[in-house]
């Protein structure tokens, strides 16, 4: 493994539109793995009339196709109801995996796309484990793209390179890092990450679901949590996102009303939406929340689920003075 020691750091407090790339979250269950790039390829196999593997430059040759999207982690699958809020905005570039679908050719039988990483190890007790995501046939073949480069540039070596996938709308562990092969099946891969770790009983249900679509969900970029602001005229500034449009974000004060912030709408690609609220607080300490509401109707819980309200604390009025007039 080339590092152990992961930033598992969330980065609150970057207000950029798009995520600088030293200040996205890195997630790696299984450690980070030493890639040797001149002997990497990526596989097209199983249920397929034309199995092939290409090297990288092979797939660089292809048209290439880049994106905004928000890029979002489910949180700790071992705490699912504990909010995490990592989540960042990138620039995708690659190709859709419906380009090596149309060439592999499924077969009929085919009805579930498996992807597997380079990175091997133990997780939760368990040895010899590699990493590995599946979707349904018809869901990867829409939804699915394969990133070579994040904000321009190839991806690192924490965030998957040389290929990942990147499934937008869906959470981070559905993008698959450092992608070495893809299986098609005629069934789910029982499977540590598939079946065991990331599935969830919604509300109302009774059977777990793979841990896929994204929740409605908004965070406050600035003021951050702890603050200590000299003036009480402040820009609240925040992201939302969902897997439609996000049609309103609220703010409330303290246990006052729901104001509307005023919100960007969503453009054409699946990035997240800046909101903004001018607030003016008197001094002391204050309680301000977010709360966003997608075009399907989602709203964003109250706490005790993973995507509830956010809420950050901060104090107006330096104590002991120093604040200017
Ligand atoms: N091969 C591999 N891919 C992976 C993971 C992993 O451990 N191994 N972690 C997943 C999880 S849980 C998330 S949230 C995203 C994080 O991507 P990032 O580290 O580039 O932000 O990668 C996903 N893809
Ligand atoms: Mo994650």
Redesign the pocket.
């Given at each position: 493994m080339a590092e152990q020691a992961l930033d598992v750091r969330d980065f609150d407090d970057v207000v950029d539109f798009v995520t600088p790339v030293d200040h996205?979250?890195?997630?790696?269950?299984?450690g980070v793995p030493d890639v040797d790039v001149d002997s990497w390829t990526l596989s097209v196999e199983g249920l397929v009339e034309r199995p092939f593997q290409l090297r990288l430059d092979e797939l660089l040759a292809l048209p290439a196709r880049r994106f905004t999207a928000f890029?979002e982690?489910?949180g700790s699958p071992f705490r699912p109801d504990v909010p995490t809020r990592a989540v960042a905005n990138l620039v995708w570039t690659g190709f859709d995996l419906s380009v090596l679908l149309d060439r592999a050719v499924p077969l009929a039988s085919a009805r579930h796309v498996w992807f597997e990483?380079a990175?091997t190890g133990s997780f939760d007790g368990e040895d010899g484990l590699s990493?590995v995501k599946d979707l349904p046939l018809e869901t990867a073949r829409r939804d699915v793209f394969l990133a070579y480069e994040m904000n321009g540039e190839p991806l690192t070596v924490?965030?998957?390179h040389p290929l990942r996938t990147v499934v937008p709308r869906m959470f981070?562990?559905n993008?698959?890092?450092?992608l070495t092969r893809i299986i098609l099946a005629d069934e789910r891969p029982d499977h540590m990450f598939t079946t065991r770790f990331y599935t969830r009983v919604h509300p109302g249900e009774q059977t777990a679901r793979p841990v896929r679509s994204v929740d409605v969900g908004s965070k406050i970029l600035g003021p951050q949590d702890g603050d200590q602001l000299a003036d009480g005229r402040v820009r609240l500034v925040g992201r939302a996102w969902s897997t439609c449009e996000v049609v309103g974000v609220e703010v409330s004060v303290d246990e006052g009303p729901w104001l509307p912030a005023s919100l960007e709408p969503l453009g054409a690609d699946p990035a997240w939406q800046p909101f903004t609220l001018d607030l003016r607080l008197p001094p002391g300490r204050h309680r301000v929340r977010a709360r966003a509401t997608d075009r399907d109707g989602r709203v964003q819980p109250p706490p005790g689920a993973r995507n509830s309200v956010h809420e950050v604390t901060v104090t107006v009025g330096v104590s002991g003075g120093g604040a200017e007039a």
């Amino acid at each position: 493994m080339a590092e152990q020691a992961l930033d598992v750091r969330d980065f609150d407090d970057v207000v950029d539109f798009v995520t600088p790339v030293d200040h996205v979250f890195v997630r790696a269950h299984l450690g980070v793995p030493d890639v040797d790039v001149d002997s990497w390829t990526l596989s097209v196999e199983g249920l397929v009339e034309r199995p092939f593997q290409l090297r990288l430059d092979e797939l660089l040759a292809l048209p290439a196709r880049r994106f905004t999207a928000f890029h979002e982690c489910f949180g700790s699958p071992f705490r699912p109801d504990v909010p995490t809020r990592a989540v960042a905005n990138l620039v995708w570039t690659g190709f859709d995996l419906s380009v090596l679908l149309d060439r592999a050719v499924p077969l009929a039988s085919a009805r579930h796309v498996w992807f597997e990483g380079a990175d091997t190890g133990s997780f939760d007790g368990e040895d010899g484990l590699s990493y590995v995501k599946d979707l349904p046939l018809e869901t990867a073949r829409r939804d699915v793209f394969l990133a070579y480069e994040m904000n321009g540039e190839p991806l690192t070596v924490r965030h998957g390179h040389p290929l990942r996938t990147v499934v937008p709308r869906m959470f981070g562990t559905n993008s698959v890092k450092w992608l070495t092969r893809i299986i098609l099946a005629d069934e789910r891969p029982d499977h540590m990450f598939t079946t065991r770790f990331y599935t969830r009983v919604h509300p109302g249900e009774q059977t777990a679901r793979p841990v896929r679509s994204v929740d409605v969900g908004s965070k406050i970029l600035g003021p951050q949590d702890g603050d200590q602001l000299a003036d009480g005229r402040v820009r609240l500034v925040g992201r939302a996102w969902s897997t439609c449009e996000v049609v309103g974000v609220e703010v409330s004060v303290d246990e006052g009303p729901w104001l509307p912030a005023s919100l960007e709408p969503l453009g054409a690609d699946p990035a997240w939406q800046p909101f903004t609220l001018d607030l003016r607080l008197p001094p002391g300490r204050h309680r301000v929340r977010a709360r966003a509401t997608d075009r399907d109707g989602r709203v964003q819980p109250p706490p005790g689920a993973r995507n509830s309200v956010h809420e950050v604390t901060v104090t107006v009025g330096v104590s002991g003075g120093g604040a200017e007039a």
